[in-house]
């Protein structure tokens, strides 16, 4: 592969320069040494210089100042310039790659100040952030009383209140007489120099601590997990008066839980106790934890990250930085023992290789640019002497500086009187929910908006983590044993290779193998009570073997199953997931086709009492993405095993255009604003976080 869409050609030809000091290690030069093919010859063979397809010359500038903090300054400087002379461009276009993680602090620091949204993109690391260390520490000290350490951690959370005074009395009280600071909160009462507001928190604190250990005797990490952050206050303390902070403190929470469910998935026993004991031990062998990447999902804004964690991106501007002598490249660590050459049966490659693997990696973060890369370094980054630039700045075409950018005193990130570069007034608190808002929209998204706004934010502004319910699990599991049921017969309705027999002429899927799907894909979480689950798992059987039943001779190969996609909308994409697609007729230039949704409530009485809004999307997502005639629509009910189907016209896809086009510019410029009544709020998920909630 030769061609380039992303870099401009005169960065790849650059870069390519670069990458040839790294012979005679390279695959080209090896293979020229091995063969001795050249020319043309060595290009059929293997290429390794690019041509671009982004066509006209990017930017290839270096930029050298006094000191770190003009550094980091110049940069959102430079990016504000940039952003000011390209109109289009957003926070998304511009990255700034660091070569270890502590070098990105001061940009991070220098971009908040200046109120320009970032994101820090890592890859490990969840396990070791404070609000999640809160959370595992609440659920160490669940399953052991006496883990003093983690007791400390959880009443020194601000939701507690509690005074660094007073916890100290109570852990000198323990050491005094030698017991745990469990213990010692079990005799609160007897403890002279606490106040008396003091003593009767340590009570309650006591008596949700009892509650949720009974918790964990009957329910999953997660339930108990979602009990704590409610009764403590931890939910509202996260989602009120929401910062840049607060909103990363969600997703990482929120990544827990997922981490969570996955255990509880893969385990058969999900006790709190089991959760402890295998976080302990991966902890323990370095497991970190993933952090969220990147995600389409996630608000405008400047990414801060690795090289390595760029590898395999694009951004149109990157900024690599702290390109002095010891940062890039860095300093090799030479291993502790030393492996006689004798040993070693591989080839040993001339050269060195730690250089080689660095100068690799500063090529990577090179030809992540597609129409500029700055390249920034300083004398000053503490310490007595003068920092050299880094070699790789020589070896990729720049000298020493002709002269330093000289970065005004005022403008120094020190001085108070440091202006906004964007003229806008400097705002200490968080990112507006416009800069939150996610990128691409979905059905389920407008249905919240329009049912309250204030839903809205909590869902998927805030994406604060909600408890599961019993209809969700239900839902999932039909959902999913229906996918797997029609991916087994998508399979075996293919002619057999080698007698050319018709499948269709013998049994496709049994019954016996749909009720195996069935438990296979059956959640058993959420639901009210253990009689609750049973019963609601008795009516998932019922209604899968009528639609068996039903449909069991007649099945035919779906063209789709959970076929996702993106649409248009004017300016805006709105995204979702078809169930299924059927073909109704075979046609050159798109089929006809009948589009499934399945449901598990009651069929309406007519097309007025139905919600087609959701088909119609599946409609135009079928005509304009995937180029083929949606015919028929179905809602299939399978509590009543009932289709409720219709076709679509084009006034009511324009209609529906309209709406959703409508809806998204309300989202987009409004201010969340609360909308409740007793039978919004009786059914939402953050009632017991919201302080307008109406529920009689």
């Known amino acids: 592969m030769t061609e380039n869409y992303r870099s401009k050609q005169n960065i790849l030809d650059r870069a390519y320069d670069f990458i040839q000091l790294n012979n005679p290690n390279r695959l080209e030069a090896r293979l020229v040494k ?81 109120n320009i949204p970032y ?222 050459d004798g040993l070693i049966k591989e080839t040993i490659p001339e050269g060195d290789v730690h250089l080689e693997e660095e100068r690799r990696l500063f090529y990577v973060g090179v030809t992540r640019a597609k129409d500029g890369v700055f390249f920034t370094s300083a004398d000053d980054y503490g310490g007595a002497r003068k920092k050299k630039l880094s070699r790789f700045l020589h070896e990729i075409g720049f000298g020493e500086p002709a002269r330093k950018t000289t970065i005004p005193k005022q403008a120094s990130l020190l001085d108070n009187r440091f202006q906004d570069p ?40 805030l994406k604060v983590p909600v408890r599961g319910k019993g209809v969700f699990s239900f839902g999932k599991s039909i959902h999913q044993t229906m996918k797997d049921f029609y991916t087994l017969v998508q399979k075996r309705l293919k002619p057999d290779l080698f007698t050319q027999e018709n499948a269709e002429t013998r049994p496709v899927v049994s019954l016996k193998e749909f009720m195996d799907l069935f438990e296979k894909n059956w959640i058993d979480e959420w639901y009210d009570s253990a009689a609750h689950m049973a019963e609601r798992k008795t009516q998932g059987k019922k209604f899968l073997e009528e639609f068996y039943g039903k449909h069991a001779n007649s099945l035919t190969s779906p063209k789709f199953l ?23 007729e075979r046609k050159k230039g798109g089929d006809s086709v009948e589009i499934i949704d399945y449901k598990t409530g009651r069929v309406p009485k007519s097309k007025r009492d139905a919600d087609l809004e959701q088909l119609l999307i599946y ?37 529906v255009k309209e709406r959703i086009r409508g809806t998204i510019d309300m989202i987009k410029t409004s201010d969340f604003k609360p909308t409740p009544s007793v039978h919004v709020c009786k059914n939402c998920d953050f009632k017991d976080i919201c302080e307008y909630r109406v529920l009689s």
């Open 34 to 114: 091995a063969t001795g093919l050249i020319g043309s010859e060595l290009e059929s063979k293997v290429i390794k210089k690019l041509t671009s397809t982004n066509k006209g010359k990017g930017i290839f500038e270096h930029i050298h100042v006094k000191s770190l903090e003009d550094e980091v300054l110049g940069v959102v400087k430079k990016m504000v310039e940039l952003k000011k002379k390209h109109t289009k461009l957003s926070w998304n276009d511009f990255a700034v790659l660091v070569r270890a993680n502590d070098a990105a602090t001061p940009f991070m620091n220098s971009l908040a100040y200046h």
């Open 119 to 340: 994101q820090y993109v890592a890859s490990r690391g969840l396990f070791s952030k404070p609000e999640v260390m809160d959370l595992i520490s609440y659920l160490k000290l669940l399953d052991n009383y006496h883990e003093s350490g983690a007791l400390f951690r959880v009443l020194s959370m601000a939701v507690y209140e509690f005074r660094l005074m007073d916890i100290m009395r109570l852990m000198e009280f323990a050491r005094r007489k030698n017991i745990s600071l469990f213990e010692t909160l079990m005799k609160v009462r007897s403890i002279s120099n606490l106040d008396p507001q003091t003593i009767e928190k340590v009570i309650k604190f006591m008596e949700t601590m009892k509650k949720h250990a009974e918790a964990t005797k009957t329910q999953n990490v997660a339930q108990v997990l979602y009990q704590f952050m409610n009764d403590s206050g931890l939910m509202k303390q996260y989602t009120r008066n929401v910062n840049r902070e607060k909103a990363e403190k969600i997703l990482n929470i929120r990544e827990f839980f997922s981490y969570v469910t996955e255990f509880e998935h893969r385990e058969d026993d999900a006790s709190v106790k089991r959760f402890v004991e295998q976080l302990d031990l991966a902890i323990e062998s370095g497991e970190e934890g993933s952090l969220a990447g990147l995600s389409e999902e996630g608000p405008e804004a400047v990414k801060i990250m690795t090289i390595h964690a760029a590898k395999g991106l694009e951004f149109t501007y990157v900024f690599l930085v702290n390109l002095v002598d010891k940062r890039f490249p860095t300093i090799e660590r030479k291993d502790p023992i030393e492996i006689p």
């Open 422 to 461: 964007l003229g806008a007034k400097l705002k200490k608190e968080a990112p507006s929910f416009e800069e939150l808002l996610p990128h691409k929209f979905s059905f389920t998204q407008l249905k919240a908006f329009e049912t309250c706004p204030y839903q809205y934010r909590f869902a998927h502004i």
């Open 562 to 584: 959970e076929q996702p996609f993106n649409i248009k909308i004017g300016e805006y994409t709105l995204k979702g997931v078809i169930d299924r697609v059927d073909v109704l």
């Open 619 to 655: 409609a135009i997502a079928s005509k304009e993405v995937f180029g083929d005639e949606p015919k028929k629509m179905t809602y299939y009910f399978l509590d009543d095993n009932q289709e409720f189907s219709f076709e679509p016209n084009d006034a009511e896809i324009r209609k």
